[in-house]
């Protein structure tokens, strides 16, 4: 059974910095072929995409989080990272990992989410 597990999130000030991971797990579930995704969905919005790594590194961003979160990941690992800096209230929302099926691009899979609280 595939899991993606997030951590990292907690409740921090305006400003701040956190750092989330996922782990990806299962049977023969690797990440090396696959997307790999954050999303964000905060109360009453719908969920949002955040940022996406593809297989070979290329990084996409939403406009609100240019130039202050980062994507990365770890293929040796199995796990996927994102670096958020300059925090804001707006920031504030549960962060899921996702994942998508081997040599695809849609999100497949997803992590049960990590709460980011911002205080201004």
């Known amino acids: 059974q595939v899991q993606l597990v997030e951590s990292g999130g907690g409740l921090v000030q305006a400003g701040g910095s956190l750092r989330l991971s996922c782990a990806a797990s299962?049977?023969?579930?690797?990440?090396?072929?696959?997307?790999m995704a954050w999303y964000r969905q905060a109360p009453g919005k719908q969920r949002e995409l955040v940022a996406g790594?593809?297989?070979?590194?290329?990084?996409n961003y939403a406009d609100s989080v240019k130039g202050r979160f980062t994507v990365s990941r770890d293929n040796t690992k199995n796990m996927v990272y994102l670096q958020l800096n300059n925090l804001n209230s707006e920031d504030t929302a549960v962060y899921y990992c996702?994942?998508?099926?081997?040599?695809?691009?849609?999100?497949?899979?997803w992590g049960q989410g990590t709460q980011v609280t911002v205080s201004s």
């Open positions: 996702s994942a998508s099926e081997s040599g695809l691009l849609n999100a497949r899979y």
């Open positions: 299962g049977i023969n579930f690797r990440i090396n072929r696959r997307r």
């Open positions: 790594i593809t297989t070979d590194g290329s990084a």
